[in-house]
């Protein structure tokens, strides 16, 4: 069993809609949490980072942690088009420095 | 603003040769890491380096080696090329600060293929 695990998708919504996207963890020594978007043949782009439980936005996005149920979500809002790639989670230990672990990858596609 | 450059962005060997591939960081960043991400497959940290010296390692295999030089770029080099090492190959790289925030800086990776 993978450390992290991660519905691949593919995830398919209209445009605006509100899109979740989630991982579950099996280390409870993950302390940090990110959420990367990767085009395709294209690096992953870092979209958001956390360290405590509870939620963090930033403009359409919303990361939510939930350490007691080794439980993490991305929140999409008003999706656009331009959201179509694949989301990664990754999660790293405090000693690790930045060494992360992916989960590997929801695919969403964003239809106009 | 500069990115993180890797070269070459494809490549094609056989199996049982030799590969090498090169990343630049960031200007000013000092930590580089090499991911391996396979078909399909979530990337996987192979090793990383903070000023030079090799500060974590992770999955990678013993035929790959890799070094930091003086300006911070980066070398994997892979022996002995199986079927199995073909993957696109990430180099990050972020300012080492003793803080962990996971903003690492992704390049558009190397495509290995080995034929």
């Known amino acids: 069993q993978k450390e992290v695990e991660q519905d691949p998708g593919p995830l398919s919504v209209p445009e605006g809609a509100i899109v979740s996207l989630n991982c579950t963890y099996s280390?409870?020594?993950?302390?940090?949490f990110m959420w990367y978007r990767q085009y395709s043949r294209k690096g992953p782009e870092l979209l958001m980072y956390?360290?405590?439980?509870g939620n963090k936005e930033d403009g359409r996005f919303t990361a939510q942690v939930d350490k007691s149920s080794k439980y993490i979500s991305l929140f999409i809002r008003d999706s656009q088009p331009s959201d179509s790639a694949t989301y990664l989670c990754?999660?790293?230990?405090?000693?690790?420095?930045?060494?992360?672990?992916f989960g590997g990858g929801t695919r969403l596609m964003v239809k106009p | 603003a500069a990115g993180v450059i890797q070269s070459p962005r494809h490549l094609i060997k056989e199996k049982r040769e030799t590969a090498t591939l090169k990343c630049y960081p960031i200007?000013?960043?000092?930590?580089v890491y090499w991911y391996q991400q396979g078909p399909g497959q979530d990337p996987q940290f192979l090793i990383s380096?903070?000023?030079?010296?090799?500060?974590d390692k992770g999955s990678i295999p013993d035929r790959f080696s890799a070094q930091q030089f003086s300006d911070y770029h980066s070398e994997l080099n892979m022996s002995s090329l199986e079927l199995g090492d073909s993957a696109l190959y990430f180099c990050?790289?972020?300012?080492?600060?003793?803080?962990?925030?996971?903003?690492?800086?992704f390049g558009e990776g190397s495509r290995l293929t080995v034929l």
């Open positions: 990754a999660m790293s230990l405090w000693e690790a420095g930045n060494m992360l672990t």
């Open positions: 990050a790289s972020s300012l080492g600060t003793g803080t962990n925030t996971g903003e690492l800086f």
């Open positions: 200007p000013r960043h000092d930590t």
């Open positions: 956390t360290y405590s439980s």
């Open positions: 280390n409870s020594a993950f302390q940090y």
């Open positions: 380096f903070y000023e030079k010296m090799q500060s």
